[in-house]
Nanobody, 127 residues
């Protein structure tokens, strides 16, 4: 069965950093584009970043560009989200999810949704 397990969330002060991990099992990570989403209290879920497996392309939402970096280790079947210069507005539950193919559609006019989801990890940015 396909499973995604997020970890690395926690409490951090504004300006601090966290690295989230998404461990995949039940499928070969290299065959899928992987995205990170987040959902803040009272807000809708939003796409944060995506990494394609078919090429080196990535996607970042405008409000995280320059602060967040997505990467993958296919040998470890793991995708990471390095988050720097964190702001209180980044507080949310962060989820990883599989695209339905090898290339990211998140952030494009061709976006058609994710296929599999993890259960999320909570990030709280507060002083």
């Amino acid at each position: 069965q396909v499973q995604l397990d997020e970890s690395g969330g926690g409490l951090v002060q504004p300006g601090g950093s966290l690295r989230l991990s998404c461990k995949a099992s039940g499928f070969i990570l290299d065959y899928y584009a992987i995205a990170w989403f987040r959902q803040a209290p009272g807000k809708e879920r939003e796409g944060v970043s995506c990494t394609s497996s078919s090429d080196a392309s990535t996607y970042y939402a405008d409000d995280v560009k320059g602060r967040f970096t997505i990467s993958r280790d296919n040998d470890m079947n793991t995708v990471y989200l390095q988050m720097n210069d964190l702001k209180p507005e980044d507080t949310a539950v962060y989820y990883c999810a599989t695209e339905r193919g090898m290339k990211c559609t998140l952030g494009t006019e061709y976006y058609y949704g994710m296929e599999n989801w993890g259960k999320g990890t909570l990030v709280t940015v507060s002083s």
